[in-house]
C-alpha cells in the first residue's frame, strides 16, 4: 500500500521530497508523484504535507 499525492491539493512546496527517506517521491509536471515500488509505506511524506495533500492508497 502506497501513498498517494493527490494533484489538486499539492502545491509543488517540495517538503515530502526532502522528508522521504527512500527518495521516492519525484517531480511530476506539475506537481509530485509517489513511485509505489520505492515507497516503504513510512508516512513520513504524509505527516509532512503542509497542504494535506498524501495519503495512503486504498
Not at 494533484?7 to 506539475?30: L, M, R, Y
Not at 508523484?33 to 509505506?41: L, V
Request: aromatic share 4%; charged share 20%; net charge negative.
Amino acid at each position: 500500500m502506497a501513498f498517494v499525492i493527490s494533484e489538486e491539493n499539492c502545491i509543488a512546496c517540495a517538503a515530502c521530497v526532502e522528508e522521504c527517506p527512500e527518495g521516492a517521491i519525484v517531480a511530476k509536471d506539475p506537481v509530485y508523484t509517489i513511485i509505489a515500488d520505492k515507497c516503504i509505506d513510512c508516512g513520513t511524506c504524509e505527516s509532512t504535507c503542509p497542504n494535506g495533500a498524501i495519503s495512503a492508497a486504498s
